[in-house]
């Protein structure tokens, strides 16, 4: 599963944890967030991710 990272904070969205604290279950793609899903760090939206090299 591709991980992605926060260009503003460098949080790293992990698929396999998915974001408990948003009600993210651990197995959902970062394509599959919400649109409304914000870094939660920092708060940036979907858009400022960068998918990360395996």
Known sequence: MQKWECSVCGYIYDPKLGDPDSDIPPGTLF????????CPECGAEKDMFEKLED
């Open 31 to 38: 394509e599959d967030l919400p649109d409304d899903w914000v």
